[in-house]
């Protein structure tokens, strides 16, 4: 038994129940959104050096044996989204304290930031396909309810556009599930990727392959099904735009991952090219999107856009290396990204906007934001030596040994193109004098988003922002022991023979072993040469 | 039966689509209520449609007599009935508010938000 494998997902409900049968009591609410936080994050931190010691952590609810119940699995993967899920969790703990108007803290912020939290652990753990929708329709429900809190025109207008967008995607992603039960009779995504070796391959397994990158897509924001994003993400509460841009269309990316090396590796020979010109189509109209925008969480959506196609480059390159390079990306994206809206936040409540052209001489008034966003405006870009430099360059490199020139070279420019959107918001924000007809009066004063007076507590803003810009050059300095655990999983990833048997023991990995995907990989490569005359 | 089945979840796919498609966000949402409609029947016909006994092991034996119908695709199916439910309340709580604040049913006239 090994109660870290289940415990970032029931602590989270429990902390929304507790917090729940607190309704009215706005301080125990507060109370429990960083206290419930702080516990997720230390149990985070203990799945994730468990893994690191053991490799593969399993537990079966129920104990019933591992096909027929619900198996929850802790790969090194799982426990990374875990930790940086336990992370982003208390920052935004702390940090909705301070931003949350009393309007939305009546109508349960808080319960429902608990519930948002618990989807997307369960998503990164569950070992099981249909336990994964069912987690994504946790967290999309809440994330729904998050949404639309407030009740603003902008918020309906976006939610309607989320909601169809990802109920769809539920959909496609639901009729998938079912169709992958009838070909090959199993839930399990362990025991799917053994029956699916043993299979013979009729159309059938193509075609969910395809209908698996379609859901997984629009939830990841991927080309050309990204449209849902921009339209919503700058609408909601800051901290909600925050927690929103940090977690949720990584678990679509995360699931992407698991489906296609787990279930799927032996339809990466023809997708490979679909994906990879997706991924890179993806980076190329995000960052171009934000290029023309002038609204600073706009511009942020976009570059999410932009930086899922890295992550999906990684993918669909389809090596261990290149794999560590995705989720090095992810990894340094839900960070950085979280604390670039983060700071959006805290420029609004000091200058009353998120128009870029309204707004300026930060860097005069506040130096220390001015250099927390520098960090990690230029970590987005990939500036050594910050965190996105090391997440691009093993992408590069990568790229480079899978001779994929074209698409490698495309990446570059998308970071120079991020770079301009970066420096656009640091000259129009933080370096030109604030325009004339905006003087706000000397002494600003603050309101939450329902318009009321709040305390002046922006330490609780500045402190997740110092902590995360920290981090993002931390994981900089040392990239090493971080990259070393990123090529433990580009390889846990690559020979799923690991994962199964973790699941389903030792005899049914043996088997597994028989068909490990390089070199099923290799035999196509080599089928596809001799096609070519 | 399954040719029947077959045909009635095309035709629900379809006219969701063709509903979703529409600009009445009414309409929409009629659509999003059929396209899960039609996908819980899907998990229920993709299992086999067999005259099964309920899969219950009568007492003192090691496994059930006779044919047994498959008992996880009616959990799923189940299981998808009330995530569906909830997401559509839900659903037609938006498009009232929605309706409150734009005074319109029209997808067209919501489109402050866009780029």
Not at chain 1, 144 to 162: N, P, V
Not at chain 1, 234 to 257: E, I, N, R
Not at chain 1, 281 to 301: D, K, P
């Amino acid at each position: 038994m090994r109660p870290e494998v289940a415990l970032p997902v029931l602590l989270p409900l429990l902390s929304g129940a507790i917090s729940l049968m607190f309704w009215r009591s706005r301080p125990m609410q507060r109370f429990i959104a960083v206290a419930g936080n702080v516990v997720l994050f230390v149990v985070s931190l203990w799945l994730f050096v468990a893994v690191l010691e053991d490799g593969y952590i399993t537990i079966q609810m129920g104990s019933w044996p591992a096909p027929f119940g619900i198996t929850l699995v802790a790969d090194m993967l799982s426990a990374v989204m875990i930790l940086l899920t336990g992370i982003i969790g208390l920052a935004m703990g702390i940090y909705s304290l301070a931003t949350t108007g009393r309007g939305h803290e009546k109508f349960g912020y808080y319960p429902l930031m608990h519930l948002l939290l618990a989807g997307v652990a369960g998503a990164f753990l569950t070992g099981d396909i249909f336990n994964l929708y069912v987690w994504f329709e946790v967290m999309l429900v809440a994330s729904f309810a998050l949404l639309t809190l407030g009740g603003e025109r902008a918020q309906m207008e976006g939610a309607i556009k989320y909601v169809t967008l990802n109920l769809l995607a539920s959909v496609i992603f639901l009729t998938a599930v079912g169709l992958l039960y009838g070909t090959v009779g199993s839930l399990n995504m362990a025991d799917i990727a053994l029956r699916m070796d043993e299979a013979e391959h009729s159309g059938m397994v193509e075609v969910l392959a395809v209908m698996f990158m379609v859901a997984f897509g629009i939830k990841a924001a991927a080309f050309p099904l990204f449209f849902w994003l921009p339209a919503s993400y700058h609408t909601p509460p800051v901290a909600v735009s925050a927690l929103f841009a940090g977690l949720l269309t990584k678990v679509g990316v995360y699931s992407l991952f698991r489906v296609f090396t787990l279930i799927f590796d032996q339809t990466m020979g023809y997708l490979q090219d679909i994906m990879l010109w997706g991924a890179v189509l993806t980076m190329v109209t995000g960052v171009l999107g934000a290029a023309a925008q002038y609204e600073f969480r706009r511009i942020l959506s976009f570059h999410i856009v932009s930086q899922i196609g890295y992550m999906i480059l990684g993918l669909a390159l389809y090596t261990p290396l290149a794999i560590a390079g995705g989720v090095f990306a992810i990894m340094h994206n839900i960070i950085v990204k979280t604390n670039l809206f983060l700071i959006s936040g805290i420029t609004h409540r000091l200058q009353g906007t998120y128009q870029l052209k309204k707004m300026g001489g930060l860097y005069r008034e506040r130096p220390w934001l001015a250099v927390a966003f520098f960090i990690s405006a230029f970590s987005l870009a990939g500036i050594p030596p910050l965190s996105g430099f090391f997440a691009k360059f093993v992408l590069v490199r990568a790229g480079f040994e899978a001779k994929a020139y074209v698409a490698t070279g495309i990446a570059l420019a998308v970071g120079l193109m991020t770079l301009y959107s970066m420096v656009k918001i640091w000259n129009e924000v933080f370096w030109k004098a604030l325009p004339e007809e905006n003087q706000v009066p000397e002494t600003p004063t603050p309101t939450g988003d329902d318009g009321r007076l709040l305390k002046p507590s922006l330490w609780m803003m500045y402190l997740p922002v110092v902590v995360l810009a920290m981090m993002s050059l931390l994981i900089g300095v040392f990239a090493e022991p971080i990259m070393l655990v990123m090529n433990q999983i580009g390889d846990q990833l690559m020979t799923p023979s690991g994962y199964i048997e973790a699941v389903l023991g030792a005899s049914a990995s043996a088997e597994a072993a028989l068909l490990d995907p390089i070199e099923i990989q290799a035999e196509r490569v080599d089928d596809r040469l001799e096609e070519t005359p | 039966m399954e040719p029947l089945m077959a045909l009635a979840i095309g035709l629900l796919y379809a006219t969701a689509i063709f509903m979703m498609l529409r600009r009445s966000i009414v309409k929409l949402v009629i659509g999003l209520m059929l396209l899960s409609n039609a996908a819980n029947l899907l998990i229920f016909t993709t299992a086999g449609m067999t005259r099964g006994a309920p899969p219950l092991i009568p007492e003192g034996m090691m496994q059930p007599l006779g044919d047994v119908a498959d008992p996880l695709p009616q959990a799923v199916v189940l299981t998808a009935i009330v995530i569906a439910f909830g997401v559509l309340a839900f659903a037609v709580v938006l498009i009232r508010r929605a309706y409150e604040i734009v005074k319109a049913d029209d997808l067209d006239k919501m489109k402050d938000t866009d780029t």
